[in-house]
């Protein structure tokens, strides 16, 4: 009987300490949009660690970006919460440090590298020095530094790419929210996307990366979630749900269409 309580005090402990280190929370959280036939996103609940580099991944229509826009506080949850460093996420100071690049980012084409990370740092309250350096922070960070007073209209896919993940990066300081940052790169892009990242997970920045490009996921990532129909099907250590001589990939199609996929 001792033994008994003393386990389950012991699970209470780990929980409470791990919530308290959690960077994000999910507790309960649903989305029902009146258009649809079915919840986009069903009662889901998990944690993302300080520091963790953690995978969104499923098939289109799963519910990865509602569950991100949640988060960001761009579309309301119908029931439950979503929570960053222990606050609510609806709470704009919550959102403070907070990073978000989404797929297919647009930016104005017409301004230098330099002039739209500018932009970027007043939205951000920045202005005078404190811009300029963490401006070249981000730059030197990314590949850009040189590059940044040529206009975009002139730059590369991989290119703009940097520049929209330096702009991520300038209030992103403890949490990234990544929509496919490699999206339409070639190899060479794409290896220098994941060297960034693990550059950034190396100075400690939590990131949340919602990608189909199982392969990077599978070198980069610390843990995964799969979503399917709104729900969640599996959620790992990546190194724990990968067998010895599988990838990733079949791990996913496992998990969505069942074991005999």
Not at 160 to 187: F, H, K
Request: glycine share 10%.
């Amino acid at each position: 009987m001792f033994s008994t309580i003393f386990g389950s005090c012991a699970r209470i402990w780990v929980n409470i300490v791990y919530l308290y280190l959690a960077m994000v929370t999910f507790s309960s959280i649903s989305k029902r949009y009146q258009s649809g036939t079915g919840p986009a996103v069903d009662n889901i609940s998990f944690s993302v660690a300080e520091g963790e580099f953690f995978a969104l991944l499923g098939p289109n229509g799963a519910g990865k970006t509602t569950l991100v826009k949640m988060l960001l506080d761009f579309v309301r949850p119908t029931a439950g919460t979503a929570a960053i460093n222990g606050m609510a996420s609806t709470n704009p100071l919550a959102r403070r440090g907070v990073g978000y690049l989404a797929e297919n980012a647009r930016v104005p084409l017409h301004l230098s590298g330099r002039g739209y990370l500018s932009r970027q740092a007043e939205l951000c309250g920045m202005s005078g020095a404190r811009a300029g350096e963490k401006i070249s922070e981000v730059l030197e960070t990314v590949g850009m530094a040189g590059k940044e007073k040529s206009r975009m209209k002139t730059y590369s896919k991989g290119m703009l790419q940097r520049i929209c993940l330096a702009a991520a990066m300038i209030p992103g300081t403890s949490l990234l929210v990544l929509d496919e940052p490699a999206s339409g790169l070639d190899p060479l892009g794409i290896r220098d996307v994941r060297r960034i990242m693990d550059g950034l997970k190396q100075k400690g920045v939590t990131i949340i990366l919602n990608s189909h490009m199982l392969s990077e996921v599978e070198k980069t990532c610390d843990t995964a979630a799969i979503i399917n129909k709104g729900k969640i099907v599996l959620k790992d250590a990546i190194a724990s749900i990968v067998r010895e001589g599988e990838s990733l990939e079949d791990v996913f199609v496992r998990a969505i269409e069942g074991p005999h996929a």
